[in-house]
Nanobody
Framework: QVQLAESGGGLVQAGGSLRLSCAAS????????MGWYRQAPGKQRELVAA???????NYADSVKGRFTISRDNAKNTVYLQMNSLKPEDAAVYYC??????????WGQGTQVTVSS
């Protein structure tokens, strides 16, 4: 069973930065992609950023230029560096992994709160 362990959420003022981490229980190369989704109260879960095994990154338009997804292969960990945070970025952030059979794995979520 794959486990994804997130960390790094918290409270930050608008304009500040946070870095989320997601440690996988197996090699990141066992997945087609890994990334981050978020869900704010009353809203649907949405893709924030994803990184393919080959290294291609995709971002939601709302975070382009502010968020950066990266990976440490040796640590089986994916990161989300979030800069210039806005109140609308506040949400529960979920680590996601898609395996080669197109099965989705999810972390337990980490809360990001942005004060204005």
């Amino acid at each position: 069973q794959v486990q994804l362990a997130e960390s790094g959420g918290g409270l930050v003022q608008a304009g500040g930065s946070l870095r989320l981490s997601c440690a996988a229980s197996r090699s990141v190369f066992s997945f087609k992609s890994m990334g981050w989704y978020r869900q704010a109260p009353g809203k649907q879960r949405e893709l924030v950023a994803a990184l393919s095994t080959g290294g291609t990154a995709n971002y939601a338009d709302s975070v382009k230029g502010r968020f950066t997804i990266s990976r440490d292969n040796a640590k089986n960990t994916v990161y989300l560096q979030m800069n210039s945070l806005k109140p609308e970025d506040a949400a529960v952030y979920y680590c996601h992994a898609l395996n080669n059979s197109f099965f989705n794995f999810w972390g337990q979520g980490t809360q990001v709160t942005v004060s204005s």
